[in-house]
């Protein structure tokens, strides 16, 4: 009985942790896409707000520097399908895996993009 408590308890442990990987593998596309193409709408668009590109550059750089040291230690801090594609085909993850991040980044992209497109629509 004890074992099976065991095996029960690891099964648990474990999906908590591939959940935070998700998580933080979300939130980090999220933060990338909002800071990033965010600074690009706003900073090319709207007159008053002009950063030009290496201000645009700089967003994408920061953005992903700060979830790389927020949330790289839990996931790995791929942020990008392309990224995990790469770590996929050089063997360092398995393909549900890889899946599972692709899928994540793609809806955390889609999310951030969204919210971008509710905050400029407010603002014309």
């Known amino acids: 009985?004890?074992?099976?408590?065991?095996v029960v308890s690891n099964v648990k442990t474990l999906k908590l942790i591939i959940m935070k990987k998700l998580f933080a593998e979300f939130f980090g596309t999220f933060w990338l896409v909002f800071g990033g193409c965010g600074t690009a709408i706003f900073g090319t668009t709207y007159p008053g707000f002009e950063i030009g590109h290496?201000?645009?550059?700089?967003?994408f750089g920061l953005s992903l520097l700060s979830m790389a040291f927020a949330v790289g230690p839990v996931s790995g801090a791929h942020?990008?399908?392309?990224?995990?594609?790469g770590f996929w085909s050089c063997g360092y993850f398995n393909a549900k895996e890889s899946l599972s991040y692709?899928?994540?980044?793609v809806i955390g992209g889609v999310v951030a993009a969204a919210f971008l497109f509710l905050i400029v629509s407010f603002l014309q």
């Not at 692709?102 to 980044?105: A, F, M, T």
């Open 1 to 6: 009985m004890w074992l099976f408590l065991i």
């Open 102 to 105: 692709i899928l994540v980044q």
């Open 54 to 59: 290496v201000g645009v550059a700089l967003a």
């Open 79 to 85: 942020f990008n399908p392309a990224v995990t594609v």
